[in-house]
């Protein structure tokens, strides 16, 4: 998170976004295609219809809308942003985050942190255990 830093202003938006996908479990096109409009904070659910493919907005990868919850976490790094309509996951320039944006924006955290992972493998991984953690399944 420190290696965020390097995008400067940037930076708290991008801790925003790698702890909420860590944290939601969320694919990546489902996080750049998210709106404030499927936030409910007061009921800590997320709604996840939609994702971001290609250029265009579709059905997410599963085809079915599904509500999820809003760990702690998650709802924090929410409430970190100041927008609070619209895309939730801005660009530098202020536009919907896409794909080859993030992938280059992380690639200058990889380089700051001397890091080799893609940062959904890891988000994804990190939700994964913290999940397990907190449902009490500590078995390997």
Known sequence: M??????GDYASRMRALLTFAAFSGMRPGELMALDWSDINL???????????????????KSNKVREIALTPPARDALL????????VFLS???GRMCAPLLSSYWR???A???????????SKHKC??????????RTM
């Open 108 to 110: 200058e955290v990889q």
């Open 92 to 94: 530098k320039a202020g």
């Open 42 to 60: 007061p009921a800590l659910r997320v709604t996840v219809s939609k994702r971001l493919y290609r250029g265009s907005i579709d059905l997410p």
């Open 112 to 122: 700051a942190a001397g890091l080799r992972f893609d940062w959904y493998m890891a």
């Open 80 to 87: 970190s942003l100041p927008e609070r309509d619209g895309p």
């Open 2 to 7: 420190e290696a965020c830093a390097v995008h």
């Open 128 to 137: 994964v255990h913290h999940f397990k953690w907190s449902w009490g399944c």
